[in-house]
């Protein structure tokens, strides 16, 4: 009897603490279950393509939402997405510019941090008297997707399409500046686009690839000029002389993340270099804020590149 008792007393806790669990679920918000990923098996669009879904316009800047369809193979079979992708054109005061600006974020960053601080996006725009578009990678602030290798590449690829043909802008007329991981990125696009050269392109404390980078902080030196392996990732070094384009190389003195070493041997394989730019007591963290660089950039743009 005591048994029978026993039994129904746990049959009752069993449906109650069942009933909690329900209760508890319905009130979460639905999450979306993703397929499972074979991440060595992604595949992009050799050639992605930038649709805008939303454009919203502020005092200084419109901001520019959409989608960047890319082909990735998934067990489950589903052979493409669409990922969100935010981009931004920070406007010049000037009712027509005199250039546009490509500009590809460090690592340690998002759109936000150049929105918002200082400098920002919208400061160069004015500085310079020109336009400027900036984006998130894949998989960094609020854009979707997977942050890789090959998706920085083909994230910049259509940034740089879309200026250029959706917006018809002369690619003579367009300078490309990348600051740190995005100067790998800048260099990348400036290989594949033999036919479009934009005028120019300026590279801020650049990293020669992602091992030689490690390498430095731990204590190695005579490893940058060693040759690339295989595991390496975002190899500007071997890839540097392919540009045919002026090439601006700015680099601080006291930068620790990317020590200066990296400027200096990229600056020594480039074929099209101008006079570079180091800047001392700048580190990789401040480099932005120094008026040296500001100016240099400037007499770049003007003076070497005839862009007025």
């Not at 603490?17 to 999450?31: E, G």
């Not at 595949?43 to 989608?67: M, V």
Request: with cysteine; hydrophobic share 30%.
């Amino acid at each position: 009897m005591s048994n029978s008792k026993d039994d129904q007393k746990k049959k009752r806790d069993e449906e109650k603490s069942v009933k909690n669990k329900n209760s508890i679920s319905a009130k979460r918000s639905p999450t979306r279950v993703l397929p499972e990923r074979d991440l060595d098996k992604t595949q992009e669009l050799s050639s992605p393509d930038f649709k805008i879904d939303r454009e919203k316009s502020t005092r200084n800047a419109i901001i520019l939402s959409g989608y960047s369809s890319r082909r990735v193979r998934y067990r489950s079979e589903c052979p493409y997405i669409k990922d969100h992708w935010m981009c931004l054109r920070a406007l010049s005061r000037r009712p027509t510019p005199r250039f546009t600006l490509l500009y590809s974020h460090p690592n340690g960053s998002d759109l936000s941090d150049h929105l918002i601080g200082v400098p920002s996006l919208i400061d160069i725009a004015r500085f310079y008297r020109c336009e400027v578009y900036s984006y998130d990678y894949s998989g960094y602030g609020i854009s979707g997707g997977i942050a890789s290798e090959k998706n920085v590449y083909a994230d910049i690829r259509a940034v740089y399409e879309y200026i250029t043909q959706e917006k018809r802008i002369d690619p003579k007329r367009v300078v490309l500046l990348g600051f740190s991981i995005g100067s790998a990125a800048t260099i990348e696009l400036l290989r594949h686009e033999k036919d479009r050269k934009p005028a120019g392109v300026i590279l801020q404390a650049p990293p020669t690839s992602i091992l030689r980078v490690i390498g430095t902080m731990i204590g190695r030196r005579d490893h940058l000029e060693k040759r690339t392996c295989c595991m390496d990732r975002f190899v500007t070094i071997d890839k540097i002389h392919e540009i045919e384009i002026p090439i601006l190389i700015i680099h601080g003195k006291e930068d620790h993340t990317v020590p200066i070493e990296h400027g200096e041997l990229l600056c020594q394989r480039a074929v099209h270099k101008v006079t570079p730019e180091w800047v001392p007591e700048a580190s990789h963290d401040n480099i932005e804020n120094c008026r040296v660089v500001w100016r240099r950039i400037r007499k770049f743009v003007r003076q070497e590149l005839k862009l007025k």
